[in-house]
């Protein structure tokens, strides 16, 4: 695994899922990674699990990947989110079920870390968004790296013996003597005002990490997730990317 592509929230969005495949493919990606939530929210979850387990990589549980593999009860959900995510587990099989339900909460690529939320606490689904969140995790870390998805935003901050600083650059070179919790944003469902998909690409040779946006036909989706009976919100949601 030499120039990896680290994916997440992927959110059941097939058009934009396979936009990043493509451009990832452009670039001459040797392995995939996904951080998680495959599904919710949108309305391809059968063939957006099917298109990750396909790529053979490294997949990471995430929180709506949890709840459509299990019976249990939504109560932290808003009733948009609750409405999808009991769609979306009719629409899955029992064998997918099992897969989703069987993703780990964290793994390593070599010395790194592969989270949804957290490393300090992968199950408890917190979110990560402000320096301070960041410094508090980063003051943990173990690793080098941690990459993690779950709030839709692309972000990135560095620690060092100055302390944690968030970062601007589209394309980080690691600093050895530093560490690094990267968000590498949202496939399906960006929140941060840029409706195309995000993912990063991380070479492990050259020692870079690059935030990529891709284009995708964002009305179909649209389109797709007011034809299967979804919220109408969720729809709406994509072209805001909020």
Not at 31 to 50: E, F, H, K, T
Not at 139 to 159: A, D
Not at 221 to 239: F, H, N, Q, T, W
Request: proline share 4%.
């Amino acid at each position: 695994m030499s120039k990896i592509a680290i994916i997440s929230d992927i959110h059941a969005n097939e058009t934009a899922l396979e936009a990043v495949l493509s451009d990832a493919e452009s670039l001459k990606v040797s392995d995939y990674v996904c951080l998680g939530d495959v599904v919710g929210y949108g309305p391809d979850p059968d063939a957006c699990l099917s298109r990750v387990q396909s790529l053979n990589c490294i997949t990471i549980k995430g929180n709506h990947d949890e709840y459509a593999a299990r019976d249990c009860d939504l109560v932290s959900f808003n009733p948009e989110a609750k409405e999808a995510m009991l769609w979306t587990r009719s629409k899955l099989s029992a064998n997918q079920r099992e897969w989703l339900g069987s993703l780990p909460y964290e793994r390593r690529i070599g010395r790194n870390s592969l989270v949804h939320a957290t490393l300090t606490n992968p199950e408890e689904w917190d979110y990560v968004y402000r320096r301070l969140d960041a410094s508090l995790q980063l003051k943990k870390q173990k690793v080098p790296v941690c990459f993690y998805g779950h709030t839709h935003r692309p972000m990135s901050f560095m620690h060092n013996e100055n302390g944690c600083v968030k970062l601007e650059d589209q394309t980080i070179s690691l600093d050895p003597k530093a560490k690094y919790l990267v968000n590498v944003g949202s496939v399906g469902q960006p929140r941060d005002k840029d409706e195309r998909a995000s993912y990063v690409i991380f070479d492990r040779i050259e020692g870079t990490i690059e935030f990529r946006r891709v284009e995708y036909d964002v009305q179909s989706v649209m389109e797709r997730i007011l034809k299967a009976g979804l919220p109408e919100s969720l729809a709406e949601r994509l072209a805001e990317a909020l």
